[in-house]
């Protein structure tokens, strides 16, 4: 790193100040410089999208997951086998136990990840404010934010007041379908296990794992920021 003269240092430090002061995040408080700044900046928005790739890959496999288990479940007397990877299973039940525990493990990891960028988020807002002078949630640090659909639209579709009420009213009740669908989908698959199986190791074994990915994901759901 080079030399920098006393009034070029008074200003990083006195912008470093400000950064520290603009929230609690006590993560940046190592920080000295624009150098490392813009490092920690980049570091940030790799993080961000990587999440974002995580969180499509595993949406992708959770909606695949629920048409498994409903083509199982409505077309069970019509399917002899299914053949999975190497394996072939003939036991429909079996896979009625297991794919929801497929399923909530993906949705809590899911919420994990949510819970990660939300505090990416607030960590990159505030550095493109430093680094960039751009404004706090404005227009251009969203352009330059990593794309996320359901950020995306809840920017520019449910937030923009330029939009009209009877185009908002429908994506939010698809938002909220998509938020519920999958605790719906859980607890009648938990349903489903209890009627259809005795006292067995492996359904006991399926309900507990769901449980403890359900009741996992609902605690970050609702602590979504690191207590500082």
Excluded at 210 to 227: D, G, W
Aim: hydrophobic share 45%; with cysteine; charged share 20%.
């Amino acid at each position: 790193m080079g030399t920098v003269s006393d009034e070029i240092k008074e200003v990083i430090d006195d912008s470093i100040k400000r950064l520290k002061d603009f929230g609690n995040d006590k993560d940046v408080k190592e920080i000295g410089d624009r150098g490392a700044l813009s490092n920690y900046f980049s570091l940030v928005t790799e993080n961000i999208r990587e999440n974002n790739k995580k969180l499509s890959r595993n949406s992708f496999w959770m909606i695949l997951s629920i048409l498994l288990y409903l083509l199982i479940f409505i077309k069970s007397e019509a399917i002899t086998e299914i053949k999975l990877l190497f394996t072939t299973v003939t036991d429909h039940n079996f896979l009625l136990n297991v794919i929801p525990v497929f399923f909530s493990f993906l949705y809590f990891k899911n919420i994990a990840l949510w819970n990660h960028n939300m505090n990416l988020h607030q960590v990159f807002d505030k550095l493109s404010s430093e680094l960039y002078g751009l404004g706090y949630k404005t227009d251009s640090t969203h352009i330059i934010k990593p794309f996320s659909m359901i950020q995306h639209i809840s920017y520019y579709q449910l937030s923009n007041k330029k939009v009209k009420s009877f185009i908002k009213a429908p994506t939010t009740l698809v938002l909220i379908i998509f938020s519920i669908f999958p605790i719906i989908f859980i607890f009648f698959s938990i349903y489903q296990i209890a009627i259809n199986n005795e006292s067995k190791v492996i359904p006991i074994i399926c309900v507990v794992l769901i449980i403890i990915n359900v009741y996992s994901a609902v605690v970050q759901l609702f602590n979504p920021y690191k207590n500082n």
